[in-house]
């Protein structure tokens, strides 16, 4: 297993332009979270799975944002009509339900909205 | 939501010399862990810490829990160090972590 993998590592879009990024996560992991890391700062909660069940939004993830994990395996993060406030770090990190200390995360996808 | 501040938010250090990073929270968590994240970006999990000592090499982790306080301990502390440390904390069953602002190390050589 090579952990949590994001893709793509980096993104410049222009405004008003639709994103996606993609989260593949450790495979005996049936939790998924999606974070968001602006400059300077501490990562920001935004939702979290439970196998393919979303069972946490945070006030962050405004209506542009929407997030999926089809079948429990992969997630996808899209942001429509992008904003140069969007322009961040999204980090994916993924644990077992019993383990807590096996939080990873993954590279994260860097966005600029230009 | 539960605010954590870390201090201090910078540091400068020789390569070889000891430092301690604090992590204040404000409310009750049974989760608390340390990252560290490299100049590339990726995070590291630490330490998952919520209450207690542990230790792994030169690192070694304090929680107080009842005092609501942490703090990470860096001895003869080298170059690969240097990156951002962040103190993490939850509650609920384990489904989300609040983040500090970070302690931004820099070792020099």
């Known amino acids: 297993d090579t952990g949590v993998s994001q893709d793509p590592r980096h993104k410049i879009t222009k405004r008003g332009q639709n994103v996606t990024f993609r989260c593949d996560p450790i495979s005996e992991h049936n939790r998924l979270y999606w974070y968001r890391q602006t400059l300077g700062q501490g990562p920001e909660f935004l939702t979290y799975f439970q196998n393919e069940a979303q069972l946490e939004k945070s006030r962050l993830l405004s209506d542009r944002f929407s997030a999926e994990r089809p079948k429990g395996s992969f997630s996808t993060l899209e942001i429509q009509r992008t904003e140069q406030g969007d322009s961040a770090m999204y980090l994916c990190?993924?644990?077992?339900?019993?383990?807590?200390?096996?939080?990873?995360f993954g590279s994260g996808t860097r966005l600029t909205v230009v | 939501g539960i605010q954590v501040e870390q201090s201090p938010p910078d540091l400068i250090l020789q390569e070889g010399a000891n430092s301690t990073l604090r992590c204040n929270f404000s409310?009750?968590?049974?989760?608390l862990q340390w990252f560290h994240q490299n100049p590339w970006g990726q995070l590291i999990n630490l330490f998952y810490i919520p209450s207690g000592t542990k230790q792994n090499g030169r690192l070694s982790a304090t929680t107080v829990a009842t005092e609501r306080y942490s703090l990470l301990y860096i001895s003869s502390s080298q170059t690969t160090d240097s990156g951002v440390y962040f103190c993490?904390?939850?509650?609920?069953?384990?489904?989300?972590?609040?983040f500090g602002s970070g302690t931004k190390l820099n070792v020099k050589p």
């Open positions: 409310d009750s968590v049974n989760n």
């Open positions: 993490a904390v939850g509650r609920d069953n384990f489904n989300k972590f609040y």
């Open positions: 990190a993924s644990s077992h339900v019993i383990d807590s200390y096996g939080y990873t």
